[in-house]
């Protein structure tokens, strides 16, 4: 699967909060659509986005087919100490994407 | 069967019926949101309180509307937002989606982009971790939908 983008500073202050962009690329089908035969086009989307830094939790989103192609998500984070941010995708097949970014202090 | 005109006709004009409650029933009834939000809150009534949804006022393509949801709070341990819920009312499923927030969020706030189906209006339901729940609703118009069908 496709490679996500995600904007995030590289060199933060403590105690700062941070704004994080992650986009991914996925068709998101619904499960509402039909194909040209009038069959239901099966519904395959990204169910699961989780944001953690150094092991814990700091953000995540359970999503429903509402959320459109691509998805995209923007949000917060305060930074205390250098580390590195996961961010994982689960899609309905179980695919999993992941990506690292590390975070330093200046 | 012999196709007349007249079994043409009515075949059609029921065909067209079925079509026509076929995509009424395509959208969520307010029960279903109710049930979902049920499902969120355990039964508590969202008061009101300082939780900001923004949305477009006339969205021109239903297939990625920007949403985007913010509450004051101090993101402390023990004072946080622990999540925020987001419903379409007139989408096929009322559920658009859930973001968790945490003590390391710093602010409880978050963007996504969502599909609508036609001009609705779209909630927010914010679940502080004292037990409140919050509830707020804008309208969007719709110019195009975007659930596709």
Redesign the interface.
């Known amino acids: 699967m496709a490679k996500p983008r995600i904007k995030i500073p590289k060199k933060v202050a403590a105690g700062d909060v941070i704004t994080i962009k992650t986009l991914v690329s996925h068709k998101m089908e619904s499960g509402q659509r039909k194909d040209k035969e009038g069959k239901v086009i099966p519904r395959k989307i990204i169910n699961k986005f989780t944001c953690e830094f150094n092991g814990s939790s700091v953000f995540s989103c359970d999503i429903d087919p509402a959320v459109a192609a691509n998805p995209y998500f923007e949000f917060k984070a305060k930074v205390e100490e250098a580390g590195t941010f996961k961010f994982t995708w689960v899609d309905d097949d179980g695919e999993v994407i992941e990506s690292e970014k590390e975070v330093a202090l200046s | 069967m012999n196709l007349t005109r007249r079994t043409f006709l009515t075949a059609s004009a029921s065909a067209a019926v079925a079509a026509f409650f076929g995509s009424q029933q395509?959208f969520a009834s307010l029960e279903d949101l109710n049930k979902a939000l049920n499902d969120y809150t355990g039964g508590a009534e969202p008061g009101e309180g300082p939780l900001t949804l923004t949305t477009p006022e006339i969205a021109e393509n239903g297939?990625?509307?920007p949403v985007?949801v913010l509450v004051e709070s101090p993101?402390t341990e023990d004072d946080h937002v622990e999540s925020v819920m987001i419903l379409?009312e007139g989408?096929?499923?009322p559920?658009?989606?859930?973001?968790?927030?945490?003590s390391?969020?710093?602010?409880?706030?978050?963007?996504?982009?969502?599909?609508?189906a036609k001009t609705q209006n779209v909630v927010a339901v914010a679940k502080m971790s004292n037990g409140d729940f919050y509830k707020v609703s804008n309208n969007v118009k719709v110019t195009i939908g975007?659930?596709?069908?």
């Open positions: 395509a297939n990625s509307v985007s993101m379409a989408n096929p499923l559920d658009v989606a859930t973001f968790h927030f945490s390391m969020s710093g602010e409880a706030k978050a963007s996504t982009r969502m599909r609508l975007g659930c596709g069908g």
